[in-house]
């Protein structure tokens, strides 16, 4: 089993002449859960993306490691799944062909089938619908469902309950409830209701 380690060290992030933010310091451990929050524009999506690999700090370090031996940046994303509202599900493949296409790369966790995966999002009548025709609302719903039933240690949440209704909202702090015990999940966000439950809230000023 991994056990994943994410530090980073004074770390920065500069647009042209504006700092996003600077000098951020944080030790974020498997098995525990992290928010990110600040106002708008802050920089909570581009910490994020640094996090995950997508993009590099301006300053300082990130090393993610695991049992304590680094990771190289191009390989984090073998240990991590990441959701957002701005990433695009494939529109012209069917529910099923996206999620064997998606979990050729995210293996699914041991003794989870497709099937029962959608029957858990409760999408059995489109499993062969396209991606096209569905609600903003199931696409995220997918989108969450490829984390939470992927073998992934590291889950990484964008905003997550973006176009979620009650419902979608109370399967989602159910299903991460009870994957945030052995993972390292991290959320950036500033509504409560989707980080009430961790362990720490790091503040970007």
Same mark, same amino acid.
């Given at each position: 089993?991994?056990? #994943?380690?994410?530090?980073?060290?004074?770390?920065?992030?500069?647009?042209? *002449?504006?700092?996003?933010?600077?000098?951020?310091?944080?030790?974020?451990?498997?098995?525990?859960?992290?928010?990110?929050? =600040?106002?708008?524009?802050?920089?909570?999506?581009?910490?994020?993306? #640094?996090?995950?690999?997508?993009?590099?700090?301006?300053? =300082?370090?990130?090393?993610?490691?695991?049992h304590q031996?680094? #990771?190289?940046?191009?390989?984090?994303?073998?240990?991590?799944?990441?959701?957002?509202?701005? +990433?695009?599900?494939?529109? $012209?493949?069917?529910?099923?062909?996206? +999620?064997?296409?998606?979990?050729?790369?995210?293996?699914?966790?041991?003794?989870?089938?497709?099937?029962?995966?959608?029957?858990?999002?409760?999408?059995?009548?489109?499993?062969?619908? *396209?991606?096209?025709?569905?609600?903003?609302?199931?696409?995220?719903?997918?989108?969450?469902?490829?984390?939470?039933?992927?073998?992934?240690?590291?889950?990484?949440?964008?905003?997550p309950c973006?176009?979620?209704? $009650?419902? =979608?909202?109370?399967?989602?702090?159910?299903?991460?409830?009870?994957?945030?015990?052995?993972?390292?999940?991290?959320?950036?966000?500033?509504?409560?209701?989707?980080?009430?439950?961790?362990?720490?809230?790091?503040? #970007?000023?």
């Amino acid at each position: 089993m991994e056990a #994943i380690e994410v530090n980073l060290h004074e770390v920065g992030k500069r647009f042209g *002449k504006q700092w996003l933010f600077k000098d951020l310091s944080a030790k974020l451990e498997q098995g525990k859960s992290y928010a990110i929050t =600040g106002n708008n524009g802050s920089g909570k999506s581009t910490l994020l993306q #640094i996090i995950f690999g997508y993009q590099t700090p301006t300053k =300082g370090k990130l090393q993610v490691q695991n049992h304590q031996t680094p #990771i190289l940046p191009a390989d984090v994303f073998k240990y991590t799944s990441f959701v957002a509202p701005y +990433l695009e599900l494939p529109e $012209e493949l069917t529910l099923v062909e996206q +999620l064997h296409f998606h979990h050729q790369f995210k293996p699914l966790q041991s003794k989870v089938t497709i099937t029962q995966l959608i029957e858990e999002i409760g999408l059995t009548a489109s499993a062969h619908k *396209k991606i096209k025709h569905f609600s903003s609302g199931m696409k995220q719903r997918v989108k969450l469902a490829q984390a939470f039933y992927s073998s992934s240690p590291v889950l990484l949440f964008d905003e997550p309950c973006t176009n979620l209704d $009650e419902k =979608g909202m109370t399967w989602y702090q159910e299903q991460i409830k009870k994957c945030k015990t052995n993972r390292l999940v991290v959320i950036a966000s500033n509504q409560k209701d989707e980080y009430a439950f961790v362990d720490e809230v790091l503040r #970007i000023v």
